[in-house]
């Protein structure tokens, strides 16, 4: 196979969600000199970005995401020490968690999958994260973006709390803050003080590099 | 077991030997746009319409949900009881995370209210089931708890054998506790539906307990949901479920229900099932004969 061939087998076996295939060609990829960054941003990266754009649509559904993002994820854990070993940039670091309160994961690791899927190095601290959880993985994570779930209008206020809590630890200007989950709306987003929200997985995505972008040319101007 | 519960005038039971309670979901903000922005300014007349609708799509009770963000859910969902008391004569199921609402909900109904819900975390219970004692109410607990929602039947058994515990010894009696068995959508984890079904059977078999759930969680994220959702009641139905939370006013949906409760044998002799198809008989021939009459 050339590698192109193997460009274009990785993407349409990610886009179908053949996690066997899509493991197997990678390792053929790197078999072959092809770089660890080329199959990440070539075949893995777009071809994740078409699954999230027609989910959007609504011409894929939650069981087609979740099995494209676990071949994509295989594919990842394979490659993640060989892009260490090159310095490939990820597009940024992600820390994700279901806020005090809340149980609920489903949309939170949809998230989690589009976002990993675009490149981004995604740190979920689960479910049930306390104020304090949070405060302690921003320091120790480092995170660019800070992304909160909940799914209940009782535990939404979580939001409000956590942002307080990061604030008074003196990290707020460290970190993007990105809340949703199905309650939330841009307004709620808006009077609990984050920087983002998104409806939906994909859009979350875009939201994510946008506000990056946004930071990223603020600090270098 | 029977859980009883009641409006200002009409008793319903709900058990293993009963017809299936079918609680309309539809009257709730979250994924309603329209209605949170209405609720949010005080208009509550989308109500009107959700109950005609679900009344006549042949919903044995109404949950009620006022989870809107930004807003005074006690005062919301107070007066949306209220309003729905004068429209219906259903009991209602009042549907709130919010202890204050809950309590608000208990305060402005008439009747005895189906509470919609405790988890079997002991600090929520704590709180929630002083409030149903005192107000004579029955009880949806969730057997989930600070760890999260279990992933085993196993772990949901031993959490509703909790809950059963800290119920009794509040001094509410078993009949006016309802187990929701927890659905989740089958489209995020392929065994997610057969572990409920699992759940509901065990719980049928130990404890002989009355059962609900959300229904619809089940075709989350796929397409052609309807179809999943008329097909899931039965083989919940068959397993122990005695009630659900869902779409009663899809006619597909209930008419899977009250299949069920005739092969199940809880129509006895298809009185209801025959009368059902009568009634639509009758009002096909009453619009053939007005079609013609004009």
Same mark, same amino acid.
């Given at each position: 196979?050339?590698?192109?061939?193997?460009?274009?087998?990785?993407?349409?076996?990610?886009?179908?969600?053949?996690?066997?295939?899509?493991?197997?060609?990678?390792?053929?990829?790197?078999?072959?000199?092809?770089?660890?960054?080329?199959?990440?941003?070539?075949?893995?990266?777009?071809?994740?970005?078409?699954?999230?754009?027609?989910? $959007?649509?609504?011409?894929?559904?939650?069981?087609?995401?979740?099995?494209?993002?676990?071949?994509?994820?295989?594919?990842?854990?394979?490659?993640?020490?060989?892009?260490?070993?090159?310095?490939?940039?990820?597009?940024?670091?992600?820390?994700?968690?279901?806020?005090?309160?809340?149980?609920?994961?489903?949309?939170?690791?949809?998230?989690?999958?589009?976002?990993?899927?675009?490149?981004?190095?995604?740190?979920?601290?689960?479910?049930?994260?306390?104020?304090?959880?949070?405060?302690?993985?921003?320091?120790?994570?480092?995170?660019?973006?800070?992304?909160?779930?909940?799914?209940?209008?009782?535990?939404?206020?979580?939001?409000?709390?956590?942002?307080?809590?990061?604030?008074?630890?003196?990290?707020?200007?460290?970190?993007?803050?990105?809340?949703?989950?199905?309650?939330?709306?841009? $307004?709620?987003?808006?009077?609990?003080?984050?920087?983002?929200?998104?409806?939906?997985?994909?859009?979350?995505?875009?939201?994510?590099?946008?506000?990056?972008?946004?930071?990223?040319?603020?600090?270098?101007? | 077991?029977?859980?009883?519960?009641?409006?200002?005038?009409?008793?319903?039971?709900?058990?293993?030997?009963?017809?299936?309670?079918?609680?309309?979901?539809?009257?709730?903000?979250?994924?309603? %746009? %329209?209605?949170?922005?209405?609720?949010?300014?005080?208009?509550?007349?989308?109500?009107?319409?959700?109950?005609?609708?679900?009344?006549?799509?042949?919903?044995?009770?109404?949950?009620?949900?006022?989870?809107?963000?930004?807003?005074?859910?006690?005062?919301?969902?107070?007066?949306?009881?209220?309003?729905?008391?004068?429209?219906?004569?259903?009991?209602?199921?009042?549907?709130?995370?919010?202890?204050?609402?809950?309590?608000?909900?208990?305060?402005?109904?008439?009747?005895?209210?189906?509470?919609?819900?405790?988890?079997?975390?002991?600090?929520?219970?704590?709180?929630?089931?002083?409030?149903? %004692?005192?107000?004579?109410?029955?009880?949806?607990?969730?057997?989930?708890?600070?760890?999260?929602?279990?992933?085993?039947?196993?772990?949901?058994?031993?959490?509703?054998?909790?809950?059963?515990?800290?119920?009794?010894?509040?001094?509410?009696?078993?009949?006016?506790?309802?187990?929701?068995?927890?659905?989740?959508?089958?489209?995020?984890?392929?065994?997610?539906?057969?572990?409920?079904?699992?759940?509901?059977?065990?719980?049928?078999?130990?404890?002989?307990?009355?059962?609900?759930?959300?229904?619809?969680?089940?075709?989350?994220?796929?397409?052609?949901?309807?179809?999943?959702?008329?097909?899931?009641?039965?083989?919940?139905?068959?397993?122990?479920?005695?009630?659900?939370?869902?779409?009663?006013?899809?006619?597909?949906?209930?008419?899977?229900?009250?299949?069920?409760?005739?092969?199940?044998?809880?129509?006895?002799?298809?009185?209801?099932?025959?009368? %059902?198809?009568?009634?639509?008989?009758?009002?096909?021939?009453?619009?053939?004969?007005?079609?013609?009459?004009?």
């Amino acid at each position: 196979m050339t590698h192109d061939e193997i460009l274009k087998a990785l993407f349409d076996e990610t886009l179908v969600g053949n996690a066997p295939e899509v493991l197997r060609l990678t390792q053929l990829g790197i078999e072959e000199g092809m770089t660890p960054s080329s199959i990440l941003f070539d075949a893995l990266i777009p071809s994740l970005e078409e699954v999230g754009a027609r989910f $959007e649509r609504g011409d894929f559904f939650v069981p087609e995401m979740l099995i494209s993002g676990k071949a994509m994820s295989g594919a990842l854990n394979f490659l993640r020490p060989l892009l260490a070993l090159t310095g490939a940039q990820t597009v940024g670091t992600f820390l994700m968690g279901t806020v005090k309160g809340d149980v609920h994961d489903i949309g939170k690791n949809l998230v989690n999958i589009m976002l990993e899927g675009a490149g981004f190095e995604v740190i979920d601290i689960g479910v049930q994260v306390a104020p304090e959880k949070f405060v302690a993985a921003i320091q120790e994570h480092k995170p660019d973006i800070v992304g909160m779930s909940a799914f209940l209008t009782t535990t939404m206020p979580m939001f409000k709390v956590n942002i307080h809590e990061i604030t008074k630890a003196g990290l707020r200007d460290q970190v993007i803050i990105m809340v949703g989950g199905a309650p939330v709306t841009q $307004e709620y987003a808006d009077v609990v003080g984050a920087d983002g929200f998104a409806a939906d997985a994909s859009t979350a995505v875009r939201v994510a590099k946008d506000l990056i972008q946004k930071r990223r040319a603020l600090v270098t101007f | 077991m029977h859980t009883i519960v009641k409006s200002a005038t009409r008793s319903l039971t709900i058990g293993h030997d009963q017809p299936f309670c079918i609680i309309g979901e539809r009257i709730n903000p979250t994924g309603r %746009k %329209k209605f949170q922005e209405q609720l949010r300014a005080g208009d509550l007349s989308a109500i009107n319409k959700d109950v005609a609708d679900q009344v006549a799509g042949g919903c044995n009770m109404l949950d009620v949900n006022m989870g809107v963000p930004l807003t005074d859910e006690p005062v919301l969902l107070a007066k949306a009881i209220k309003l729905i008391q004068t429209l219906t004569d259903l009991p209602i199921c009042i549907d709130s995370s919010i202890i204050e609402a809950l309590q608000a909900g208990l305060e402005a109904y008439e009747g005895k209210a189906l509470v919609n819900s405790v988890t079997g975390e002991d600090e929520r219970m704590e709180i929630v089931l002083p409030l149903i %004692k005192r107000h004579g109410a029955a009880i949806i607990a969730l057997p989930n708890d600070e760890t999260g929602i279990p992933a085993t039947v196993d772990e949901r058994l031993i959490i509703t054998e909790k809950i059963m515990r800290t119920v009794e010894k509040h001094g509410i009696s078993l009949d006016n506790l309802v187990i929701d068995p927890l659905a989740m959508t089958v489209g995020a984890d392929p065994e997610a539906v057969k572990i409920t079904l699992e759940t509901i059977y065990q719980i049928r078999q130990r404890w002989g307990l009355n059962m609900t759930l959300g229904a619809s969680n089940i075709s989350f994220g796929l397409p052609h949901r309807h179809a999943l959702n008329a097909a899931f009641l039965p083989a919940a139905m068959s397993a122990g479920l005695t009630s659900a939370v869902m779409d009663g006013r899809t006619a597909q949906i209930v008419d899977a229900v009250r299949a069920g409760d005739l092969l199940l044998g809880l129509d006895p002799w298809g009185g209801n099932w025959i009368s %059902k198809f009568r009634a639509a008989q009758l009002a096909q021939a009453a619009a053939t004969a007005e079609a013609q009459h004009q």
